[in-house]
């Protein structure tokens, strides 16, 4: 199957920081990616689609000057959560469509913690 | 009203029991269907994905989707303690982006 890596693993920062969170597909090419946030005990939420070559596009709510996409290649994506905060702590999981079908396959997700 | 809603649980079987999973989604436009499992602080991993009404079988695994009543489940037969996990229904239409149910916890006790 698709092999969707993530890097950071857990994250820990301070209050105002910025962090960068890579997203990789390793056997396959992906034009668009998909960024989640998972709390505790909760479901994913999609916070934004990432295109290649393109701006990415937010879901309603989500900040784009707090959380900035950039899909450099047809294998990369960045999240970079920008000053963050305490409220911003969460599971941050991307995800990539692939195959004839554009089956999702997920990273193992970054763990991020704002003290 | 979410899109995809799924029963809360959680979900508490002895070893070689049957697990059911369900869900419900009230957007029309859904097409496929998926099931993924979650173990904690791990990303979900694929288990099924279907895109019409009826069954799908992959080893202990059946999915059942009913289009009419927008009803989605999924079956494990055998349960093993490594079953142990959180489940996803997920749903999408064309765009790609999949709604996922809430998540319920599966505990098979040896």
């Known amino acids: 199957g698709a092999v969707v890596s993530q890097h950071p693993s857990w994250v820990i920062c301070k209050s105002g920081t910025s962090v960068k969170i890579e997203c990789r597909s390793l056997?396959?090419?992906?034009?668009?990616m998909f960024w989640y946030r998972q709390f505790p005990k909760q479901s994913l939420m999609l916070m934004a689609t990432s295109n290649e070559g393109s701006k990415a596009t937010y879901e309603q709510g989500v900040e784009k000057d707090k959380f900035l996409i950039n899909h450099a290649s047809l294998t990369l994506s960045t999240l970079t959560v920008t000053s963050a905060h305490p409220e911003d702590s969460s599971f941050y999981i991307c995800?990539?469509?692939?195959?004839?079908?554009?089956?999702?396959?997920f990273g193992p997700g970054t763990r991020l913690t704002v003290l | 009203q979410k899109e995809v809603e799924q029963d809360p649980g959680p979900l508490s079987v002895p070893e070689g029991a049957i697990v059911s999973l369900n869900c419900t989604y009230s957007n029309s436009a859904f097409q496929y269907f998926m099931w993924y499992r979650q173990y904690s602080r791990k990303g979900p991993e694929l288990l099924m994905y279907?895109?019409?009404?009826g069954n799908k079988e992959d080893g202990r695994f059946t999915a059942q989707v009913d289009k009419s009543s927008k009803y989605i489940s999924l079956f494990i037969r055998d349960s093993q303690p490594s079953d142990s996990a959180t489940y996803l229904c997920?749903?999408?239409?064309?765009?790609?982006?999949?709604?996922f149910g809430a998540g319920t916890t599966v505990t098979v006790r040896a």
């Open positions: 995800s990539a469509p692939q195959g004839y079908t554009d089956t999702q396959y």
């Open positions: 997920a749903s999408t239409s064309n765009d790609y982006k999949l709604s």
């Open positions: 279907t895109y019409s009404s």
């Open positions: 056997d396959f090419q992906a034009t668009t």
